[in-house]
């Protein structure tokens, strides 16, 4: 039994990683259980899409994971997409893929990030870098959950 005045250790409670026993790490728990309990209860095999914003290391992946994990998408892919690590020439061909001939040297098909979660999970990190005609066409794939 600890002393009065010892700090507490942190106390891990369901998500892996996520340590901590304040109020708002308890809402924030009982929050991604809720939304997974939600997805898994609809028979939906997929969750809705899930903004999770927060300062750099705060652990937005670590919530993304737990949400595709606890949501039933276990098996399925969680693709992580740092927007700010992909140069802006290259950001609709990563994303989107190419047909081949899309552009001068594109020889043959490539399947795109997104397209590669299939019924799994993209997890957006850095957003915000994207040229706004990028996000536009983010957007769309988004609201409309089909790639063309």
Sequence with gaps: MSQPNEPQAP????????????????????????????????GNAA???????????????????????????????????NCAAIPQGMIESELFGHEPGAYTDARERRTGLIES????????????SLDLASQAKLLRVLEDRRLR
Excluded: C
């Excluded at 998500?15 to 898994?40: F, Y």
């Excluded at 992946?61 to 039933?72: D, K, M, N, P, V």
């Excluded at 979660?117 to 915000?128: H, M, N, P, S, Y």
């Design 11 to 42: 106390v891990k409670l369901g998500i892996p990683g996520l340590v901590g026993n304040s109020p708002e790490i308890e809402r924030l728990r009982k929050l991604v259980q809720r939304m997974a309990d939600t997805t898994v209860q609809s």
């Design 47 to 81: 969750l809705p899409s899930v903004l999770i914003t927060g300062e750099t290391g705060t652990g937005k992946e670590l919530i993304a994971r737990e949400l595709h994990a606890a949501g039933g998408a276990g098996d399925a892919p969680f693709v992580e997409i």
């Design 117 to 128: 979660a299939a019924r799994g999970t993209i997890f957006l990190d850095e957003v915000a």
